[in-house]
T-cell receptor, first 114, second 114 residues
Framework: AQSVTQLGSHVSVSEGALVLLRCNYS??????LFWYVQYPNQGLQLLLKYTSAATLVKGINGFEAEFKKSETSFHLTKPSAHMSDAAEYFCAVSLSGGSYIPTFGRGTSLIVHP | NAGVMQNPRHLVRRRGQEARLRCSPMKGHSHVYWYRQLPEEGLKFMVY????????ESGMPKERFSAEFPKEGPSILRIQQVVRGDSAAYFC????????????FGQGTRLTVV
């Protein structure tokens, strides 16, 4: 079984500030981990994924995430927030063996202030 | 290569009517997942299907909900005798089902029960 916890349902930053969105996972086997972004009234778009290769993963739009097995974490970061980054962000985990059904966290709404 | 196509984008049904949501996976994808998203909540897994087979329906309500993915044509999520609590956004995702691959999402169908 697997699960994901996203700490903070809302995160507010100023434009140009560091973005940090937290994700902790629980998995009985080595996981695959994903971050998705959802803009209003849209579907989910993949930002980046970890599938047991490099632990620091770079994604689109300047985002990156680091897999830390000892902390069971996969936090999402971006050095400098843009207004266009305002959206809902979802962390997801699937098992590296089996049916690969992604399990999602509750999401974190990123608010960017001018 | 067209993405995951869901239709309709918006669906309004009166209580007691049936709702049919359609999902055409990406070309070459034989695995389909359905999720439900309620306001302020994450995506809740409902059902995982491959062509002509339900692989995992552990997230499906026991009554009124059914899903299929026939050999030809789109996957269908069917909700009979809809109630107000069924109002939500329903997302379909598809994948080729191989290791290291993510799920690709459609734009969703927003169901409103009046």
């Amino acid at each position: 079984a697997q699960s994901v916890t996203q700490l903070g349902s809302h995160v507010s930053v100023s434009e140009g500030a560091l973005v940090l969105l937290r994700c902790n996972y629980s998995s009985s086997v080595p996981p695959y981990l994903f971050w998705y972004v959802q803009y209003p009234n849209q579907g989910l778009q993949l930002l980046l994924k970890y599938t047991s290769a490099a632990t620091l993963v770079k994604g689109i739009n300047g985002f990156e995430a680091e897999f830390k097995k000892s902390e069971t974490s996969f936090h999402l970061t971006k050095p400098s927030a843009h207004m266009s980054d305002a959206a809902e962000y979802f962390c997801a985990v699937s098992l590296s063996g089996g049916s690969y059904i992604p399990t999602f966290g509750r999401g974190t709404s990123l608010i960017v202030h001018p | 290569n067209a993405g995951v196509m869901q239709n309709p984008r918006h669906l309004v049904r009166r209580r007691g009517q049936e709702a049919r949501l359609r999902c055409s996976p990406m070309k070459g994808h034989s695995h389909v997942y359905w999720y439900r998203q309620l306001p302020e909540e994450g995506l809740k897994f409902m059902v995982y299907l491959q062509k002509e087979n339900i692989i995992d329906e552990s997230g499906m309500p026991k009554e009124r909900f059914s899903a299929e993915f026939p050999k030809e044509g789109p996957s269908i999520l069917r909700i009979q005798q809809v109630v107000r609590g069924d109002s939500a956004a329903y997302f379909c995702a598809s994948s080729p089902g191989t290791k290291n691959t993510e799920a690709f999402f459609g734009q969703g169908t927003r169901l409103t029960v009046v």
